[in-house]
């Protein structure tokens, strides 16, 4: 129950710091991604169902504030969720390599998405140009923000583990 | 072995699998009722909005100081150096002030006798803090303080300073979301203003890059229209009120069919810094219904 509470807040403080406080820091008018860091990293770290109910959240939250289309967002969001949460058996807190690489790919599969989606449909068809300035900068930044916050994702990792285990012997 | 163990092992949970299927056939379920129909999660943003906004504005006022503060910080060896010019110039400007000065008062009997008030006065209009921008680096919408308790509905226009910023999209009961005219999937209606020809203004994401976006479907078989010439929103919107403006062309060529003109507008609202933007709190469609 703590869990998910605790889970409830780092969605809505993430939303509200991604909305505000990255978008008055971007370069170029181009900010990072703060809820692919949380779903990604929750879905390698606490596996697939979280993963997936965690995306399919702050999915919908940004669906209900930005979205045109009500349920996209979760919908891309809950996959990504729950494709970080298969690689959940291979995870090493010590190893920072797959996170980096599977927010990375998250990222690069949100965003192509978005374009496919969103642009491409309506005819706008200079992909490099979106690849260049866009894409690219974003994944950059975002895992320049993963690298500072990773100690802290850790953190909250390890106090849900402990938890767990508390409880398991609480039982036994 | 104790009982408690074996009823938590035995409690039924939902194979991942089977809870992918179900949200992702809720997802369509959603999009398909948002394409349809003109539900766009009414109930949800009610709720979202009192846990949400809150949070946003805390962290709104707070980023708002610290970016403040750094920027204080960096221009402050700007400005001991600014101020020495400055200094110079005051003594020559305060000559100038008072030949204006005279002119102002020749300037204001002139307006009253032609009863000229300022350009948008006529209009009700309310302030509005911007909480949030769009998460993504895709389009740009923001979100402001202020919803239906306080009068605002869909499709009001919002301005900042003398520019047409956008129109309202969506709106809970303590926060509204604006689409910026900037915003990719955005059209206006306009119209040049010394020749009333009319014009689509269409956001662009590839040509905001360089501060400018499109225009297109321009009819100008005389020519007139020119680089710098205002653009205003055209009395042909079924949304946007007459009259606001919106930009100045920066670019005009001849489209290959020989009859429309497209090209560039540079938007008269600076979008990297808006804070503050002002709703007009009056529809279209009630100035027609009243008229």
Partial sequence: ?172 | MSPMIKRKRDKFTLPSKYLLLILTFLCVILMGITFTTDYLGGSLGTISGYVVVPFQRGVSSVGGWLSNRSEELAQLRDVLQENEELKKQVDELSIQITELQQEKYELNSLRELYELDSQYADYEKTGARIIGRDSGNWFHSFLIDKGSDDGLEVNMNVIAGNGLVGIVTYTGPNWSRVTSIINDNSNVSGMILATSDNLIVSGNLELMKSGVISFSQLVDSASQVAPGDKIVTSQISDRYLPGILIGYISEIQTDSNNLTKSGKVTPAVDFEHLEEVLVIKKLKQQTGDAS
């Fill in chain 1, 1 to 172: 129950m703590r869990k998910n509470i605790t889970i409830g807040i780092m969605i809505i403080v993430c939303f509200a710091l991604q909305n505000v406080l990255f978008r008055s820091i971007t370069f170029g008018g181009i900010g990072p991604n703060l809820m692919v860091v949380l779903t990604s990293s929750f879905g390698f770290m606490c596996g697939k169902k979280n993963g997936m109910i965690i995306g399919f959240l702050s999915g919908l939250l940004m669906d209900i504030f930005f979205g045109s289309v009500l349920g996209l967002y979760a919908l891309i969001y809950m996959y990504i969720g729950y494709a970080n949460g298969t690689f959940h058996k291979i995870f090493y807190p010590q190893d920072i390599k797959l996170p980096l690489i599977l927010i990375a790919g998250s990222d690069l599969t949100l965003n192509l998405i978005t374009y496919c989606l969103l642009f491409l449909l309506r005819g706008r068809f200079h992909f490099l140009f979106y690849i260049s300035n866009i894409i690219l900068p974003e994944i950059v930044y975002t895992i320049g923000v993963t690298i500072l916050l990773y100690p802290g994702i850790l953190l909250i990792n390890k106090s849900f583990e402990q938890a767990e285990k508390r409880s398991d012997q609480k039982f036994v």
